[in-house]
């Protein structure tokens, strides 16, 4: 029962007393009543005045149990400022509390301001955590046995989860497209986890790596989650140590590590390049455990299509069996969608071919707000495009930019020679190179955050500095590493460290050692080899900050539907640190909604089995029926490739690394365009009910061409350049991006009403209680 | 370049497939293997032919979806890579390549080069884990210092990515390499000696029952695996069954 403190309720004068008037609405049978209670300031102090319902409303009794439940909640506030010594004025006792929709007409008269309500606990930042754990509801073990809960995808955050619920005691049915839960692409992380282990004892701590994710993320990112992620990651590396993770270690046989972008610490824990791999397959491994108890049923080759959706609450998903073609029902008490990001948005980017916002976006479609969908990362060391046919782009891990060094030939016509194949990177002399990122920021080189290295090299290219045949290309280079490397090593060994052969050869070995699968999948893929040539990167979209919105519990706005991982929004703000995404998928997935989910099923310990037969499942399975008929049906004259790439070419070219508004505003009406030619005009060729790649890769792109409009439309609202997303409008002279924060320190949640750039803006405002609100400087 | 493509077609598991043949043109070197089949899908699509059916996901060959056998060798002519690694710069204009799913009992075809490589997960499910419970107060990552060379040989055996190249290649359909790299990571590793004999036994039981053949020491699986998984893994599970043995 939500609260509601209105503009004509907030103050009014009774003697001397200031009063407060908030009510709640309380429902029975489609009717609605408002109860009044009154609250009493002076200065500093609060009471609460209980108003009691007269006892000929025959609801008495219960409306009574539901002021003093607010009196009780109230009073905690009350006493937690007291607490803190901090004046509670009658808006911070709004904002404390949720102000909820409101749904009926017929209480139009009401004028809310809606506000979304993360419900972060109240305390100290260094003990929400641990003080919300223990007030949080549980479900015995015995009940857990009969609650159902759904998680689709199994990358690390949906495999740690349905490996944790299932340990648990709940039945889990887990739901993934690819042919083994172990293809997810959490595979493909390359550099590394990190963890606040302060092992190297450069004094790291959880509040530093607390402040660093949250400065990464330009202060656009819920402090009490990450604080929790922070609190957590130790716990992580713990867990994937006992799981059998193969980590790096040093010869003393402890565990390794390195430093990645936007830090001055050591806390990447990392596998060679393979560290996704190897968390994943940890996962994996747990989830394998549970499938042989028979306490995970999995579903692989299955596409969720739709989330039911019955009394309000997430009860159920449509899923596509790829294989027979045919739709199934499943029903659960919760459904966890760990489905990823939607970088393939912009057609070519790091993700995998099959990575796709299907999953998020019906869940929007039925009421789960989207949360800040503009915020998108573009990692700074990818291989660059090299022609139309291209499908995918290569990310080249950040890890290398602990001993690569980026630049750039200080002369155009250097450069313009370096194009046309006149000149090699290797004949240009040193004092004739521009490492950018070290001259324009001394403090922390070429580990500058993402954003700013991918920005910094996208303002060479454009002023005419690239150096591949695009002129989209700038120089990583390994040269001084292994000469660095291979001197120390000829010392240790007892060799001649004047012979440049020598070391040469040792320092090489040094890096192979260090990134040896990378450089081999850099020479696979460019023909040239790294370890003599400066490799030739360009920017590339590879993760997605924004996501289904979520509160502190994780749930989105459907009861019952939660999100997790990249899926979700809550902890990289605008700009995600290197090494941050393993962190938080699995500190979600293994250490967060496990607990948290209990405080929402706890409501449901005598629910039963949840039945399909019902009309919701009935609806729900008609509308994803009709979709698919109609695409199949189309028969037009264009590939779903086609729509793909023609949306990636918009998004990339107006809604890319930098925007403005003019494009934005083309964006979305290019996108509207393009949206209604592909259902004129797609053909998908086959039928439904049998392996059909180009269906199911039809309704993907589909729902693509729905987000899109509504990340224009995000990107056109955020007057403010802040992490990935930078507005030209919005720039110092010297191109560093200007963030807002007296207007803009929110987080945009989209509300679906049909037409995605119609969609409502609600606002949740970023409080910043332990942290210093600067601008992010990392010269 | 110009192509002459013969591609197995199999409309699903029932059916009988047979080879198809389709010319390209204009392939550049610089192109992906699989980029060149989009093309000749985007093709066939623009003909109302339906495309060609391929397990891929990716694309950088370390999710281990995409499994064809190419002129007769497992992710095609190049080494240590996957079949989405593999460049067109690796054929020369006019080549004939024949391009096939990976063959073997125990992965049935479910559609023209997709096949069902489920017996993979069900060995994992009878051992392929450490059984420790997320807790969250599990022991310090560093209480049990582990030797590098150990954890470097755990990593090395743990980068297998399940692609079933090793199957695909062996003529007896063997799964031993694959098997074994989980065998051989836990064997290493002071985790995974708790239970070290239940895990061989019962992997070793199931990869039996899910029909894949024997090793008979030919070695074809270390020459095709995309991520160089040692032969030498074999030769430890074995120790490692005898030892459950006695």
Redesign the interface.
Known sequence: MALYLTEKHIKYKNGKDDCVSPFFIYQNNNKRTKVFCSLKISNKNWCFDKKRVKSSDKESGLKNKKIKLVKLQIESIIDSYKLKNEPLTPETLKAEFEITKILDSDIKNIKTRSLLNSKIPIGPLANKWKSHKGNINLVSPSNKRNIDIIVVGTGLAGA?AS??LA?LGYNVKAFCF????????S??AQGGINAS?N?QGDGDSDYRLFYDTIKGGDYRSREANVYRLAE?SG?I????????V??????????DNRSFGGVQVSRTFY??G?T???LL?GA???M??Q??RGKIE?F?RHEMMDVVKIDGKARGIIARNH?SGKLERFSAHAVVIASGGYGNIFYLSTN???SNVTASWKIHRKGAYFANPCFTQIHPTCIPV??D????L??MSESLRNDGRIWVPKDKTDAKLVREGKLSPLDIKEEDRDYYLERRYPAFGNLVPRDIASRAAKERCDNGYGVNKTGEAVYLDFSHSIYRYGKEKALLNGQDENDNNIVNMLGKKVIKQKYGNLF??YE??V?EDPYVMPMKIYPAVHYTMGGVWVDYNLMTTIPGCFAIGEANFSDHGSNRLGASALMQGLADG??VL?YTIGDYLSDDISTGKIKTDSKEFDESEKSVQELLDKLISNQGKH?V??YHKKLGKIMWNKCGMSRNQNDLVDAINEIKKLRKDFYKNV?V??KIE??N??LAKAVRVADFLELGELFAKDALERNESCGGHFREEYQTKDGEAIRDDKNYKFVSAWEYVGEPSQAKLHKEDLKYEEIEVKTRSYK | MKLNLKIWRQKDNESKGNFEKYLIDDITPEMSFLEMLDILNEKLINENIDPISFDHDCREGICGSCSLFINGRAHGPDKGITTCQLHMRKFKDGDSIIIEPFRAKSFPIIKDLVVDRSAFDRIQHTGGYISINTSGNTQDANTIPIRKEDADNAFDAATCIGCGACVATCKNASAMLYVSAKVSQFSYLPQGKVEAKERVLNMVKQMDEEGFGNCTNTGACEVECPKGISIKNIARMNREFYKAKI
Do not use: W
């Open positions: 740690s490996a944790t340990e690819q042919d083994s839960p172990r293809r997810a692409h595979i493909a282990k092992y957590v716990n590396i713990d867990q994937c140590v006992a799981q059998g193969p980590f790096a270690r040093d010869y003393g046989g402890l565990l596998a060679k393979q996704g791999q190897q397959l994996y491994s747990a394998n455990r499938i042989a999995m692989s294989v995998a071919m099959g090299s022609g046919y291209q499908s995918k290569t990310l081999q999948m696979k893929i023909d293994y250490f496990p590939s490739d086609y053909n060729t086959g049998e392996y790649e180009q």
